[in-house]
């Protein structure tokens, strides 16, 4: 307060500008912020302008300006110098024609005309950017939607045509990749190197880990690469038998990084493993399979394949429930590992169909063109891996390792473990 009195003081002694005492100022003209009312002065408007009152200038402005046209019109017909005119004319016809609005002046537009160009842009349909780019790429690949109907294959993205986060354009090119890489990153047969490791000891772990997924209540995209992260770095690197599962908690711990929202913490892992290792040698054990698989996480697992391979397949919850049990049973024994994800992933499919639905309604093949396009497998392409996920059905009742199997008997998942297994037909070999 000192320094502006000060300041004040200094300043007496200068004219200041005639602006500078408040007195004269005026709004900005500028920044858009002048109301112009046509055919009418703001000044002479002693009324509150409600939108009503607006409409009513409007339509008052309008009308004089149209009786000013109409004179002129009359003029010029009649080719006559005009008389002079009473002052009540000469104000008449002084009112200025309306003019084109400029950008500081506002349009008032009555309520009749603003429900009228509601309702016309209402009636307009508007075309996503997606189905668009969708429809250009079928022309320029000669695909249509005859040709569809003539091979029996449908189009299961149909219904996402306008989701843009579907990305119906790209999703064909997505599993295209998907594919290449898998192969790339394919697990190879690892347990004869492993000379502490067995078979068991793995499924042990695995339908552990399986228990401490549900128990924290993660995605399935974590399980599924944390059981891809194991069998990626024991395959490479020799363990202890000692160290299996600190390896199994730091692939998992890793998976939940990457996939989940709120990843569990290092102590839950330690307390879940009853304080079987320490805070510092889960985190170096992480930091060791990171090291060794060279920070490569983005890999292509059987859960990026079911989910496509469901869709395409237009069944149930039931058989999506199926699939995804014998996809975890395949998981949890070492002997699916030979398998490609994507092979493995439509063999669940398809013995998940062969179980539930077990014939069409349309009485079409269960296998059908649709599936054969999207998964890029033949049936007779699908019978090893599919025969091995049928002996895991059938002996999951009786087998020690029911984590799996108690998973899926519970109603939430629509107790699909409890059905009776399928039978693959006359070549199909008990188990």
């Known amino acids: 307060m000192a320094s502006r009195q000060i300041v004040q003081q200094q300043n007496r002694g200068v004219a200041a500008p005639a602006a500078a005492d408040g007195k004269n100022r005026r709004a900005l003209g500028d920044i858009g912020n002048v109301v112009t009312y046509y055919g009418v002065d703001p000044k002479k408007i002693s009324r509150p302008i409600t939108r009503s009152f607006c409409a009513q200038l ?43 609005p400029t950008e500081t002046e506002i349009i008032i537009i009555p309520d009749t005309d603003k429900k009228a160009m509601k309702e016309a842009s209402s009636t307009k349909v508007a075309k996503a950017f997606t189905s668009i780019l969708s429809a250009r790429s079928k ?7 005859n040709n569809e109907k003539k091979n029996n294959i449908i189009n299961v993205d149909a219904g ?18 998907y594919k290449i890489v898998e192969k790339e990153n394919r697990v190879q047969d690892y347990i004869d190197l492993q000379p502490e490791i067995n078979e068991k000891m793995r499924a042990v772990l695995v339908d552990w880990l399986v228990e401490v997924h549900q128990k924290f209540e993660l995605t399935m995209e974590t399980l599924y690469l944390t059981i891809n992260i194991i069998d990626r770095y024991l395959s490479s690197k020799v363990t202890q038998r000692k160290e ?22 290092v102590n839950d892992f330690v307390c879940i493993a009853d304080n079987a290792y320490t805070h510092k040698q889960v985190l170096v054990t992480e930091k060791r399979i990171l090291e060794r698989l060279e920070w490569n996480l983005t890999v292509a ?26 996809a975890e049973m395949g998981i949890v024994n070492y002997s699916t590992v030979m398998f490609n994800p994507s092979l493995m992933a439509a063999a669940a499919v398809y013995v998940a169909q ?78």
């Open 354 to 431: 062969c179980t539930v639905v077990k014939k069409k309604k349309n009485g079409g093949a269960i296998w059908d063109e649709t599936l054969k396009v999207h998964t890029g497998f033949m049936e007779c392409d699908l019978m090893e891996c599919a025969k091995l996920l049928v002996g895991f059905h059938s002996n999951a009742g009786q087998h020690k390792l029911k984590a799996v199997y108690r998973k899926y008997s519970s109603l939430e998942k629509g107790a699909v473990a409890l059905l009776p297994p399928a039978v693959l037909g006359t070549s199909y070999i008990s188990f």
């Open 58 to 100: 409007l339509a008052n402005a309008q009308a004089q300006a149209a009786a000013v046209a109409t004179d002129n019109k009359k003029v010029a017909a009649v080719g006559a110098v005009k008389p002079a005119a009473a002052p009540h004319a000469q104000k008449k016809a002084a009112v200025p024609k309306p003019k084109r």
């Open 139 to 145: 022309a320029a690949c000669g695909l249509n939607n």
């Open 160 to 177: 996402d045509e306008e989701n843009e986060l579907a990305v119906v354009e790209y999703i064909e090119d997505i599993y295209k990749f």
């Open 301 to 326: 697992t059987p859960y990026v394949f079911l989910v496509r391979f469901i869709k395409a397949s237009g069944s149930d919850q039931d058989v999506e429930n199926m699939a995804y049990f014998l």
């Open 244 to 265: 299996l599962q600190l390896v199994g908690i730091g692939a998992m711990l890793m998976a939940s990084k990457y996939e989940e929202i709120w990843a569990p913490e």
